[in-house]
């Protein structure tokens, strides 16, 4: 059964970090681009980050370049998503999901989805 496992979430301050991780079992992913989306109560769900297989392309939309960074590790078969310096705005639950393409960050592109995790943003 192939399924994507989500982890990390929580309540923190703004200004604060969290890393969230992002756990494959029944396949393997060095075979696929690996994305996180996020989305917020009402909000149509978004990408936030997308890495290649290789792990030398990755993708950030402005809201959060400069402040996200994600990264691979395919011997654990993991993908993690470190978000620092987080805003009230960055409330969400948070996807990764598991596909081909990391050029637009589009739901499309991305076959396999974890059930997410939830990070708040608040004081």
């Known amino acids: 059964q192939l399924q994507l496992v989500e982890s990390g979430g929580g309540l923190v301050q703004p200004g604060g970090s969290l890393r969230l991780s992002c756990a494959a079992s029944?396949?393997?992913?060095?075979?696929?681009?690996i994305g996180w989306f996020r989305q917020a109560p009402g909000k149509e769900r978004e990408g936030v980050s997308c890495i290649g297989r290789s792990g030398s392309g990755t993708n950030y939309p402005d809201s959060v370049k400069g402040r996200f960074t994600i990264s691979r590790d395919n011997a654990k078969n993991t993908v993690y998503l470190q978000m620092n310096s987080l805003k009230p705005e960055d409330t969400a639950i948070y996807y990764c999901?598991?596909?081909?393409?990391?050029?637009?960050?589009?739901?499309?592109?991305?076959?396999?989805w974890g059930q997410g995790t939830q990070v708040t943003v608040s004081s």
């Open positions: 029944g396949f393997t992913l060095d075979y696929y681009t």
């Open positions: 999901a598991a596909g081909s393409s990391c050029l637009r960050l589009r739901r499309g592109d991305y076959d396999y």
